[in-house]
């Protein structure tokens, strides 16, 4: 079978990686993606949201099956131009369409979707331009901190957590009335403030059977400790020691089970991956967040533990028969820590060479912002790349990753010296 992955990250090299090492994967290709994706894959150097140019790939290439890597494609209806078009229909597709796709790119979309089925979140209100007054005088009634959510995509950068009324309210101001956010703060969700540990959990779906991939937990912001401003992801782990069998069953009962029902009862017809931004209250999963996609670094930390085909997996979803599938899961921990441009996720320069890339190692080396520039290869993006260890013991998939790290560099490369060392200290505290 001949395949082709839409994006040019980390989580993209980790599907590229996973899919060839499938029987069934002949020839691959990436498009655009980056060095890494090079090695194994044929890159493609078109936009991912481009959608003629996409068609006109998997009709010279005989691609029998696609997989959109990020938000983008789906929210702008890369599975509906698909499915429109009489020469792509046939092709399999893992991603959900517009409508779907709406659970990510409207926040607003997505409160009203779990309050209709049930689905513990938290309390909000949507303001737009027109209710701006309403919204200023709400939120000086309200327990701080508060959460302030531009309601479309923003790149992951389109939330903010106010500790101060009039923190809030000038950034109520500046979101509806300045389009902080451009068009995707035309809309903004108020929500309650919901304190505990993140989890993310990732789902695949067909619109009516589902299987569970391993959970992993991100890093977020750039600094270590948990400071200074949001990123992408910094790194990652799983399994994630807090979402025990009881957890994990209400996250299926309460959240999982519901969305998929609901999403049927939409009339929605979803093939592909539902990643779940879970937060845990005193021990009772609430949903902070949809995405209609896997994660990133999340996948490069959960792909390793994945022993299924991909192939299998992936065709399952797409023909609607995950039920003939089985999972199964590598019971080892996985630790990704994530190296990005100094300056990142501020500005960064690119363009630097990274030395380190051929040693021996037992790590996974996945790349993200990278290119080859005369054979070699350089930085290009925020997120350069993302080093993944397994082990039995959490503690040493984290010190062989750093190990790995260590050996890496280029000018002003940074990372964190953290990653999962605040669910170590946790799992100490509860012995
Ligand atoms: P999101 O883009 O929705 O993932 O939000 C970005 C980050 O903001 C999340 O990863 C959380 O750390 C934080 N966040 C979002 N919603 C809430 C909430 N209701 N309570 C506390 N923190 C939140
Ligand atoms: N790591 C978070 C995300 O992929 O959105």
């Not at 959490?394 to 060392?421: C, H, K, P």
Request: aromatic share 6%; charged share 20%; hydrophobic share 40%.
């Amino acid at each position: 079978m001949n395949i082709l992955i839409l994006g040019s990250g980390g989580r993209e090299h980790a599907f590229a990686w996973k899919l060839v090492a499938s029987p069934q994967c002949d020839r691959l290709y990436v498009a655009p993606g980056n060095a890494g994706t090079g090695k194994l894959a044929e890159n493609l150097p078109i936009d991912p949201n481009d959608f003629p140019a996409v068609a006109a790939q998997v009709m010279a290439k005989d691609i029998q099956l696609v997989i959109v890597g990020p938000e983008e494609p789906l929210a702008r209806g890369v599975r509906d131009y698909f499915d429109q078009h009489s020469q792509l229909k046939k092709v399999l597709l893992v991603g959900p369409g517009k409508e779907g796709a709406l659970l990510e790119s409207s926040k607003d979309f997505a409160k009203q979707f779990m309050n209709k089925y049930g689905i513990p979140t938290a309390r909000h209100r949507t303001f737009n331009l027109e209710t701006l007054e309403e919204g200023l005088e709400y939120l000086r009634g309200q327990e701080m901190p508060i959460v302030l959510k531009a309601d479309g995509l923003a790149a992951g950068k389109g939330v903010v957590i106010c500790q101060t009324p009039s923190e809030a309210e000038r950034n109520l101001h500046e979101m509806l009335a300045e389009a902080k956010f451009g068009a995707a703060s035309s809309q903004v969700v108020v929500e309650q403030f919901l304190e505990g540990i993140e989890v993310s959990v990732f789902v695949l779906t067909d619109g009516t059977h589902y299987k569970i991939l391993p959970e992993a937990k991100d890093y977020k912001r750039i600094g270590d400790g948990d400071t200074g401003p949001n990123t992408g992801g910094m790194g990652a782990i799983s399994p994630v020691q807090f979402a025990d069998h009881d957890f994990m069953q209400k996250v299926e009962q309460q959240i999982i089970i519901p969305t998929i029902e609901g999403l049927k009862n939409e009339g929605i017809h979803y093939r592909g991956f539902i990643f779940l931004g879970l937060i845990n209250v005193k021990g009772n999963p609430m949903v902070i967040e949809y995405n209609v996609r896997m994660g990133d670094p999340e996948t490069q930390a959960v792909l390793p533990r994945l022993k299924s085909d991909m192939v299998d997996l992936m065709t399952a979803c797409a023909r609607g028969k995950l039920s003939e599938v089985s999972i199964e899961i590598d019971s080892r921990s996985s630790a990704t820590v994530v190296m990005v441009s100094g300056g990142y996720p501020e500005s960064y320069q690119k363009g630097y060479p990274i030395s380190g890339l051929e040693q021996e190692t037992s790590s996974l080396i996945f790349h993200a912002g990278t290119d080859l520039r005369a054979g070699h290869v350089h930085t290009n993006g925020g997120r350069v790349l993302a080093i993944t260890s397994l082990d039995d013991v959490m503690e040493n998939a984290l010190s062989n990753a750093y190990q790995t790290v260590s050996n890496i560099s280029w000018e002003d490369a940074n990372f964190r010296r953290d990653i999962g060392q605040d669910l170590l200290v946790n799992s100490n505290k509860s012995v």
